[in-house]
């Protein structure tokens, strides 16, 4: 009954070879988000959806781009990899209701830059 | 000064310990307080969620929170192997339309059989 779901859990690209990484919830939540994390670090926010209105960090480098086709779908898009883009990527999904709100995490996607 | 200030440990602890897990924050508007699990090489998983002052309680878990002191705290009672992870607080904003997460660290916890 997995609720958020990332895919692939694990990825490897090259430098500069642009790599998509996706995401599916089943919860028909409003609000999905992407977040980097990095070995021993707080995850970061990149950007995030309410909806189709598209929510970008001011600090998320142009580099990373983010597509959600429909409700249940989330795509990251990095265009050209750097070696210090290699990290865990979650994705979170929550349903915009501020008081019951919490945000639920998929399993994250680990990318490795060679 | 960082939002969201948490001890990185490594706390290692007893079978059977109490263990003690805190965050403080800085920024008055944090209204909801969140205390996520996570394994290694996994997503953060929802352990505990609270949005008043005072303690919520399920099963080996406390969560307290204190608005006036701008503290918070996770209780792991009888603390298990399985509960060697590490254990990030996180905070929303009250705000209409704030729904982003403000993370602490992390703090990595070991439960030595």
């Known amino acids: 009954d997995a609720m958020v779901i990332q895919n692939p859990r694990y990825q490897v690209t090259q430098f500069g070879k642009p790599v998509t990484l996706s995401c599916s919830q089943t919860?028909?939540?409003?609000?999905m988000y992407w977040y980097q994390q990095k070995s021993s670090q707080a995850p970061k926010l990149l950007f995030h959806?309410?909806?189709?209105?598209?929510?970008n960090e001011a600090d998320t480098p142009d580099n990373f781009q983010s597509r959600r086709p429909n409700t249940s779908f989330c795509f990251l898009d990095i265009r050209s990899p750097g070696l210090g883009d290699a990290a865990m990527y979650l994705c979170?999904?929550?349903?915009?209701?501020?008081?019951?709100?919490?945000?639920?995490f998929g399993p994250g996607t680990r990318l490795t830059v060679l | 000064q960082k939002e969201v200030e948490q001890d990185p440990g490594p706390l290692s602890v007893p079978e059977g310990a109490i263990v003690s897990l805190n965050c403080t924050y800085s920024n008055s508007a944090f209204q909801y307080f969140m205390w996520y699990r996570q394994y290694s090489r996994k997503g953060p998983e929802l352990l505990m969620y609270?949005?008043?002052?005072g303690n919520k309680e399920d099963g080996r878990f406390t969560a307290q929170v204190d608005k006036s002191s701008k503290y918070i705290s996770l209780f792991i009672r009888d603390s298990q192997p399985s509960d060697s992870a590490t254990y990030l607080c996180?905070?929303?904003?009250?705000?209409?339309?704030?729904?982003?997460?403000?993370f602490g660290k992390g703090t990595k916890l070991s439960v030595i059989p």
């Open positions: 609270t949005y008043s002052s």
């Open positions: 959806y309410y909806d189709k209105d598209f929510n």
């Open positions: 919860l028909n939540h409003n609000v």
């Open positions: 996180a905070m929303i904003t009250a705000g209409a339309g704030s729904y982003q997460l403000t």
């Open positions: 979170a999904t929550s349903s915009g209701q501020i008081r019951t709100d919490t945000q639920y």
